[in-house]
């Protein structure tokens, strides 16, 4: 383990924020990650875990020890004729692993194909497209306690996985997470109930053509982050309840929306940014993507608080509008390195 001081983060994220890390390590092994933390306790730092970069917030200045998380490794657990239960490295790319899965028959998470980040961050916000979310997939996630100093398995079923959220948001402070095990498919079985999909996939029924549709949509309407530096949605899908959503359709009939559990409704927000006027649009070097208006784009290296200003106009145009508040998907950094609430 070597710590490295004032390092650049600006290539460790896909919005591409200048952001300077007084203390950093990259973190291979539990074993370094436990001793990464025996260094920042000794130097009274708090620890920042940087995996792929491609939903956080950074400031420009980080006076923390930045763990960025390079833990490799697929192992199989468990192989049989219906499922397949393997623990995989918190540092591999997911879409690489997304890729190898398909390729060797192990079915599922062909609709996530192409996100952004490592697969360590996956059950953090329990990423989700194209109508399948990762924690039906995760089985146990591995994670080093911060608090009480111990590497534990958190079951799958106590993640509390929901809608871009998890145990991991609630706590973000806590824990680090070093693998995850996933248990998947052996037998095909396509998830098309996302419109633009089922009519993109045609008679080819196969998991090999599903995971290349989700590609080819996703290339289509997303930026790349190489070429236009972004988070992927920037603000989540407002999930409202039921009168509130009666009120609005009277004014908005057209106004895309999916029914949730528990009487509520979930509207598309890029619909909304979109009805405002701010698709195509930029304030200063920070705007809103042209095919996709929930894309937030650094046009031309924006300091986080040009970002800020961006979205904050955004949001105020479509309060005032359709009286909703847009919540951030990223997550945002203090100068300490602490996880910071979008409202504070
Ligand atoms: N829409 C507009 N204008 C826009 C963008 C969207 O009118 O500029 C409308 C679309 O026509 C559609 C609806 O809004 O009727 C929903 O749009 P889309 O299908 O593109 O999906 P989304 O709700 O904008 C969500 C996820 C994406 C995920 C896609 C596909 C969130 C916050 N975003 O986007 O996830 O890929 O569905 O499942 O839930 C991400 O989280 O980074 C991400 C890209």
Redesign the pocket.
């Known amino acids: 383990m070597h710590i490295q001081k004032d390092i650049q983060l600006k290539p460790f994220n896909t919005l591409n924020l200048h952001s300077i890390a007084s203390d950093y390590a990259k973190i291979d092994s539990i074993q370094a990650l436990t001793a990464a933390l025996d260094y920042a306790e000794q130097h009274q730092l708090n620890s920042l875990i940087l995996s792929g970069g491609s939903n956080m917030l950074l400031p420009e200045h980080i006076h923390a020890l930045v763990l960025h998380i390079d833990i490799q490794g697929v192992e199989i657990l468990e192989d049989s004729s219906n499922h397949i239960t393997i623990r995989v490295g918190a540092g591999q790319v997911w879409h690489d692993f997304v890729l190898m899965t398909t390729s060797k028959g192990w079915y599922g998470l062909q609709n996530l194909a192409l996100?952004p980040g490592l697969v360590g961050a996956s059950p953090v916000q329990n990423?989700?497209?194209?109508?399948v979310e990762v924690g039906e997939f995760i089985e146990s996630v591995q994670v080093y306690d911060r608090h009480n100093k111990v590497t534990q398995n958190i079951k799958g079923i106590d993640c509390q996985f929901a809608?871009?959220d998890s145990i991991f948001k609630h706590d973000p402070n806590r824990y680090v997470i070093t693998h995850v095990t996933f248990r998947l498919l052996r037998r095909p079985e396509l998830r098309l109930n996302?419109g633009?999909l089922k009519a993109a996939i045609g008679d080819d029924l196969t998991p090999e053509n599903l995971q290349r549709q989700v590609i080819r949509i996703?290339q289509n309407?997303?930026p790349d982050p190489k070429e236009y530096p972004n988070?992927?949605?920037f603000?989540?899908?407002p999930v409202i309840v039921q009168t509130d959503f009666d009120q609005l359709l009277t004014k908005f009939p057209q106004i895309?929306h999916y029914p949730q559990p528990q009487g509520c409704v979930k509207i598309?927000?890029?619909?909304l940014?979109?009805q405002t006027g701010w698709?195509g649009k930029k304030l200063g070097a920070v705007g809103m993507f042209e095919?996709?208006?929930?894309?937030l784009v650094n046009y031309a290296n924006a300091s986080l608080s040009e970002v800020k200003h961006t979205y904050q106009a955004v949001q105020k145009d479509v309060k005032q509008r359709f009286n909703i508040q847009l919540e951030p998907?990223p997550v945002l950094f203090d100068t300490n390195g602490f996880i910071r609430s979008h409202s504070e």
């Not at 598309?268 to 619909?271: E, M, S, V």
């Open positions: 996100i990423i989700g497209a194209y109508g809608y871009r996302y633009d996703r309407k997303l988070v992927g949605s603000f989540k899908n895309p598309a927000a890029g619909w940014i979109d698709k095919k996709q208006a929930l894309v998907e």
